[in-house]
């Protein structure tokens, strides 16, 4: 089993639906959260990054830490066809240089005009 | 900002050839790793170098080797390539302490006939 699993999709939506992206997790070591978009051809780009639970907020996008059920979340208000992309979900163990981070598989996301 | 730059972006090898692929960054950070995406496997981690003159074995490192040969630079090498290694590969730098994402270059896309 992977430490960091996440449904493939692929996730149709229509535009300006709201859009909820997950991952699990099994190594309760895990500080430090991340997800990434990843447009077709391209490199992976930084979307949001924390590291306590709870939530955190950027524009239409909120991230979300549930620590006790190895569960982060990440909502896409208002999705628009430029949201249209992989979403990848990524998670370290701490902030030493020696850990590397873990990805899911990575969420296909369409949103149709 | 350049910030990850990977050369070449393209490549394609016949079985048993060798190559590199570059990889350098401007960002001042200790960590690099190299991964590679297959459909369907999402991102796995070749090897990382946690800092200037260490390398340690991620996921999946048979049939590759690397150098990480100063703090800027960090190489990956196929020495007899295989069609299996047909991937995308991208390499990734992050820095220490709380500033622990990953930013990514723009990938190389190797194909092995």
């Known amino acids: 089993q992977k430490e960091v699993e996440q449904d493939p999709g692929p996730l149709s939506v229509p535009e300006g639906a709201i859009v909820s992206l997950n991952c699990t997790y099994s190594?309760?070591?895990?500080?430090?959260f991340m997800w990434y978009r990843q447009y077709s051809r391209k490199g992976p780009e930084l979307l949001m990054y924390t590291y306590s639970s709870g939530n955190k907020e950027d524009g239409r996008f909120t991230a979300q830490v549930d620590k006790s059920s190895k569960y982060i979340s990440l909502f896409i208000r208002d999705s628009q066809p430029s949201d249209s992309a992989t979403y990848l979900c990524a998670m370290k163990q701490g902030s030493n240089s020696g850990y590397a981070l873990n990805f899911g598989k990575g969420t296909s996301l369409l949103v149709t005009p | 900002n350049a910030g990850v730059t990977q050369t070449p972006k393209f490549q394609v090898l016949k079985t048993g050839q060798s190559m590199t692929l570059q990889c350098a960054q401007d960002m001042n950070h200790n960590s690099m790793y190299w991964y590679r995406q297959d459909p369907g496997m999402g991102l796995r981690l070749i090897y990382y170098?946690?800092?200037?003159?260490?390398?340690d074995k991620g996921e999946v490192p048979n049939g590759y080797n690397v150098s990480r040969l100063n703090k800027r630079e960090f190489s990956l090498r196929l020495e007899s390539a295989a069609p299996s290694q047909t991937s995308v590969y991208f390499c990734?730098?992050?820095?220490?302490?709380?500033?622990?994402?990953?930013?990514f270059g723009q990938g190389t896309r190797l194909t092995v006939v």
């Open positions: 990734a730098s992050s820095g220490r302490g709380r500033d622990t994402e990953a930013f």
């Open positions: 190594n309760s070591a895990f500080q430090y």
């Open positions: 170098s946690a800092s200037e003159g260490t390398t």
